[in-house]
């Protein structure tokens, strides 16, 4: 064993520890980059001097290298070498004992990859070369045609992305193989079905490389009856390699780029549907159904080639009668395999009843068969949606069961359109197999899929479904489903689509009412408490769904339905994992209490006693697990029981309170102190350096501030206090924090404004220094997701100052408590006015300083001393500093944006401040090196007052002068 060989053992051995493996990948890298070790490999691998097949693989490897990253350089001596090599190997493989398979793969990349390196210049007879030895021995010929796989995945192959000088190159190739070298390799191709008999995967091997060569070579090469007289006859083959073999080619023909006419006239003259419709017609019932599945993907192939034909040649009004014809027969075949009891088999011709579906519609006026096609592909498609009660695990599903729900999606699809184009058609339909739903003995599979398909009908016929006359356009077909044994069936398919269609139908209840209390029955003693957790969830989301939309019907039955609601309600956090039902599904049944609480039907104390039985125990188990058990939790496992607890009880007060509209409506159920109450204990959570629990504490609190009103303000200061405990992640933890709090109280300010002011007071000093500690934290510029998170969180602080000098609430920033951090927030400010890569939060900065403007500059500008000079001296010099930048994208529409608003705060500037402002202004720009004439340009503006037929020249005046100001 040489040094060679040592190396490349060493490498691949899986016993080998990481160090050596490092050192002998090292070694062996040198030998694909030393200018002469890779010529010892080569002449040790053709003169079999190593045995081991993983030796030989690593000499080719050696030479690969060299081929792809430096063959042009090589002088002229080594690259005949590297031809010698192959063509000595060519001689003797065919002679040979059998070489292993990676050998031949790997020596056919070889020759590839130095094909496009020679041909056709350096090596004119390269196909000459491997096509001489087709008719030595089924060997030769299984080499011959491993190459030309491997030559179109190197230069052809369309699912590998290439570089365009790459594609230039490869498209130069072949038009070289078209100008001499094709005639020989079809004829080489032509001379493998020799071998049918005694090697028919070999004639499937040429099959398959010949289909990936047809798109691009001369049709009167393959098209013709020498060649396909055997293809053809291949299809009637007992063989599977010939028969798949001959679908891929054929399919490759009817693929083939060509005019319309052209396309057809290929499909009739070779007679290609007559002959696949032959072969369809002698399949047995037990044949294989890969070969089923072939000869469906090419008439699925036939059919999208007609198609796309007929549409081309309808565009350019030219006759398509023919093209027609032709597709009718093949649809008989399209049946034939859509119908097919294999899921596979009939997906694979999908998309040609989805694109016939479409040429329908651009056909318009339909003829008698193509109503009949259409009723036919009808038929059919809903058939195809029945589940397969051998084959559908509903209890554990699997990887096949989701491609089947998958199928379903894209035969929903199908069913779609046909609705679209004949929904007459579609409800005649319905009509007729929805009384199914009267015959004894239906089986699952049969009613599942007619209360799909009523399902579907919501979606799939256009329009609204409830008419203007109160009658439902598809009323008949829910009534007929709704008052079937749907409900009482015990199958869960059946029970999860009959859920999801009362769901979408409920408005048929509206109108019948008297229906309610059998759903009402399924859905409480059926699908909550189905033992498959799946349809739990499937019930506890659409009871949801349903109730809020009937409420107002359900007003007698209200007190039974949250009775039954509460037990399953039960809190218990230490055994989540065995919970009847999960938390989300129990979150959706809070929800559903929340708005059947809110019911009229209900007296206040009887509704604030049901929420109290309701909340209490979230309450009472939320207070201990904050104040004592999260300190003594023994483990991670039991911490993380408990803090998802804490998310969830949460979230299960923020459910139940979208049933409750507001202050008045939360009077109503007498509810006040009880949600007070849960405020005071959730924003204890703050303590908790958890983020999932405190953005549900937020969600929370942003719902309360619509319900609560403003009793939520005196809690606004004790969360802000909160905020000041360092966080346990940091100054990114303490910036998340930070941005839910200042994204709460915009809300608060905007919704309360004024009351809001003496809030602020309280809270702003808290709050302020946090903001700037963060605003001021090195952002690594390479870091785009943190570049990102400093950027939204700044925008939301701008928002919330915007806010609040809009709404009436200024003179909060002038309290004594906050004027010790006012200069903080107004040189944050004005920073954003110049930060030229945040386009919006500049604008909303330039619109912060003119709300003040308004507020805080008199007459002579004077009303908050200091305020006029702090003004002029940062806000107006910046904002120019900021817009005169080489940066700053004037052509850009949120720059537009910004100098609009910027036009509008330097008019508020000389409205408030006069003629001293237009003096400083002019002696600002001169300081800036502006030409005096564009300055007087701009103050004389400024004087005059402003044109309401033209209000935005200053902006376009200012646009100018910064385009001017760079020439």
Avoid at 6 to 33: C, G, I, N
Avoid at 394 to 417: G, M, Y
């Amino acid at each position: 064993m040489d040094e060679f060989e040592q190396t490349v053992m060493t490498l691949y051995s899986p016993e080998t520890p990481p160090q050596h493996r490092q050192q002998a990948m090292a070694l062996f890298d040198q030998y694909k980059y030393s200018p002469d070790a890779w010529v010892m490999c080569a002449q040790k691998f053709i003169g079999a001097f190593y045995q081991q097949e993983l030796t030989q693989a690593a000499c080719v490897q050696v030479i690969e290298a060299v081929v792809q990253t430096r063959y042009d350089n090589l002088d002229e001596p080594h690259q005949n070498f590297v031809r010698e090599l192959l063509r000595a190997w060519l001689r003797e493989r065919p002679a040979a004992a059998a070489t292993p398979v990676t050998i031949v793969n790997k020596m056919a990349h070889l020759f590839a990859i130095v094909f496009v390196h020679e041909f056709p210049t350096k090596w004119p007879a390269f196909f000459t070369e491997i096509t001489a030895m087709v008719n030595m021995s089924p060997v030769a010929a299984d080499i011959f045609l491993r190459i030309m796989l491997a030559i179109d995945e190197e230069v052809v192959d369309r699912d590998i992305e290439r570089s365009a000088a790459v594609n230039a190159r490869n498209t130069a190739l072949k038009d070289s193989m078209r100008l001499g070298a094709m005639p020989a390799i079809c004829d080489a191709w032509k001379a493998v079905f020799a071998y049918e008999a005694a090697q028919p995967a070999l004639v499937g091997t040429c099959l398959r490389a010949m289909s990936l060569y047809v798109s691009w070579i001369d049709l009167g090469l393959v098209a013709n009856d020498g060649f396909l007289a055997p293809v053809f006859s291949y299809l009637n083959s007992g063989v599977n390699e010939l028969r798949v073999g001959a679908c891929e080619l054929v399919s490759a023909l009817v693929n083939k780029g060509m005019p319309p006419p052209n396309k057809v006239q290929l499909l009739v003259s070779l007679q290609i549907v007559p002959r696949v419709s032959a072969a369809k017609a002698a399949i047995t019932a037990d044949e294989d159904n890969e070969y089923v599945a072939s000869l469906s993907r090419l008439t699925d192939n036939i059919g999208l080639a007609l198609i796309g034909a007929i549409k081309t040649l309808r565009g350019a009004n030219a006759d398509c009668t023919d093209a027609l014809a032709v597709l009718d027969d093949a649809l008989q075949l399209q049946f034939s395999f859509y119908s097919h009891e294999d899921d596979g088999v009939s997906e694979s011709v999908t998309e040609f009843a989805r694109e016939y579906v479409h040429l329908l519609k651009q056909i318009g006026a339909l003829s008698p068969t193509q109503q009949e096609h259409l009723r036919t592909l009808l038929q059919i498609t809903v058939l195809k949606m029945k589940y397969d009660p051998a084959e559908f695990n509903f209890s554990n599903p699997s990887d096949t069961e989701d491609a089947f729900l998958a199928f379903r999606v894209n035969l929903k699809t199908i069913i779609c359109n046909i609705a679209q184009l004949n929904a007459a058609m579609v409800l005649a339909f319905g009509h007729q197999i929805v009384q199914a739903l009267e015959s004894p003995g239906l089986g699952f599979t049969d009613l599942e899929v007619i209360v799909h398909f009523v399902y579907l009908l919501g979606e799939a016929i256009p329009g609204p479904h409830l008419a203007a006359d109160g009658v439902m356009v598809l009323e008949p077909l829910v009534a007929a489903v709704v008052t079937s044994g749907a409900a009482q069936h015990s199958h869960s398919a059946v029970l999860g689509e009959y859920f999801e269609l009362v769901t979408r139908f409920y408005r048929y209840f509206v109108l019948h009412p008297d229906h309610i209390p059998p759903v009402l029955t399924a859905f409480l003693s059926r699908g909550l408490t189905h033992p498959l957790p799946s349809l739990r969830s499937i019930a506890c989301y659409q009871f949801t769904v349903f109730v809020r939309g009937l409420c107002v019907q359900m007003r007698a039955y209200v007190s039974d339905i949250l009775a039954a609601l509460v037990p399953l309600l039960a809190p218990d956090p230490r055994a989540d994992s065995e919970k009847y039902l999960r938390s989300d599904d129990q979150l959706s049944l809070y929800e559903a209490a929340g708005f059947l609480v809110a019911v009229e039907s209900l007296g206040t104390q009887e509704r604030l006693q049901i929420l109290g039985s309701l909340l209490s125990p979230l309450l009472d188990r939320y207070s201990t697990i904050l104040t004592r058990e999260l300190a003594v939790a023994p483990d991670i496992r039991t911490q993380n029981q408990l803090h998802n607890f804490l998310s969830f009880a949460i979230s299960a007060c923020t459910r139940i309170s979208k049933g409750i509209s507001g202050p008045d409506a939360l009077d109503a159920c007498g509810a006040r102190s009880l949600f007070e109450r849960a405020v005071t204990v959730f924003v204890g959570v703050l303590r908790v350096q958890r983020a999932p629990v405190r953005n549900e504490l937020f969600t929370f609190l942003h719902r309360m501030v619509a319900m609560m009103g403003l009793a939520l303000l005196p809690v606004l200061p004790q969360i802000a206090e909160l905020l000041v405990v360092p966080a346990e992640g940091g100054p990114a933890s303490q910036m998340d924090v930070l941005k839910l709090f200042i994204t709460l109280l915009n809300q608060v300010v905007s919704r309360h404004r004024d009351p809001v002011a003496p809030v602020l007071v309280r809270t702003l000093p808290v709050i302020l220094p946090l903001i700037v500690a963060v605003l001021r934290l090195p952002v690594d510029t390479f870091d785009q997701n943190a570049r990102a998170e400093m950027t939204e969180f700044r925008r939301s602080f701008f928002l919330l100052v915007h806010t609040i000098v809009s709404t009436g609430c200024t003179s909060a920033l002038l309290a004594p408590e906050v004027l010790p951090y006012l200069q903080d927030l107004m040189g944050t400010v004005t920073e954003g006015c110049q930060n030229i890569a945040d386009g919006n939060s500049q604008k909303l900065c330039v619109l912060i300083f003119r709300r003040l403007a308004q507020q805080w500059l008199g007459a002579t500008g004077a009303a908050v001393p200091g305020f006029g000079e702090f003004m002029l001296s940062q806000v107006v010099s910046g904002c120019f500093r900021g817009c005169l930048q080489p940066g700053f994208n004037v052509g850009d529409a949120q720059s537009w944006l910004l100098l609009t608003e910027f036009a509008l705060l330097l008019r508020c500037m000389v409205e408030k401040m006069g003629p001293p402002f237009l003096e400083y202004l002019t002696a600002l720009l001169l300081g800036m090196a502006l030409p005096p004439p564009i300055v007087g340009e701009l103050t004389d503006m400024l004087a005059r007052p402003e044109n309401p037929q033209d209000r935005g020249a200053l902006g376009k005046l200012l646009k100018s002068i910064i385009v001017r100001s760079r020439m």
